[in-house]
């Protein structure tokens, strides 16, 4: 319909210009005839490409050459612009949902792949979809890496993981113009009860380091009562035997078993606790058999 209207615009043009003489009518005429004809041209004849674009142009149907970014001439009826394409890194979330290791256990596992578009050409007729054939080939070679591998190793070499995948989807998909730059494995999840196996197993492994660390302290806490018992005389002994008794003092018990060694420095004693004793105040015994020490020791 444009074509149409532009076509009987061009004819009057030109009957008019047939049938009138006026110099500023020709000027006139020659002005919108070569506006209408700038129009014409950027319409139909030129392509507009941004910079993140790519245009497959066939001629006469076939293939001629790769178009963009900027603006492109495109004949009408000798070319055509067969497909475009986004050259931009972009990414696809792919999901393995069974995958085997090397061990033979079963895992599921989930990632992000960046891919970007160098060949526009091998992308679009190299393949049917390269969209469709790059997640069929991040599936297998997501597999392929898996089964290579153990168990602790996937967990403990992620990143090792993440390299093999890249190098072997990115060998694959090279001759399809395709480039992966980039794989993450977000997560790696195996079954309940592997699950559970391998956190009991860090638990009791866990337990057991700290045991190891718990025996390592009294062990020394020992050895240093040891030696600081090697150091103390019988009035030191005695001392921490009447401390030890004053605090028993303030409860509410009435028996009270004192060691055979106490009991022969209290026979030493019996003239400064007797009263303390006949009594039965604990506390007036007790301090009275520390001030009894005390004066031993100077």
Known sequence: MIKEAVIIGLIIIGLVFLFMNSFVFQVIVYVITALVAFWVFMT???????????????RLGKFHRIAGPGWSVVLPFFEKEFATVDVRTKMMNVHVPIAFTKDDLRIELSGTYFYQIKN???AILGVESYRRGLSNVLLSETRNAIASMHMRELFANMGELNNIIRDSVRHATWKWGVDVSMVQVKGIKPPVEI????????????????KKFQAEARKVAIEAIGE????????????????ALKELGKGQA?????????MKVLDNMKKDVGTALAGLNVSNMVGAMKNKILEAKK
């Open 44 to 58: 139909f004849f030129v392509k507009k490409y941004d910079e993140t674009e790519r245009a497959i142009i066939f």
């Open 120 to 122: 526009p050409e091998r």
């Open 195 to 210: 699950a559970d196996a391998m956190q009991a197993k860090e638990i009791a492994e866990q337990q057991l380091q700290a």
């Open 228 to 243: 600081a018992a090697e150091k103390l005389d019988d009035f030191s002994i005695m001392y921490l035997y009447l401390e």
């Open 254 to 262: 009435t028996k009270m078993i004192f060691p055979m060694q106490f």
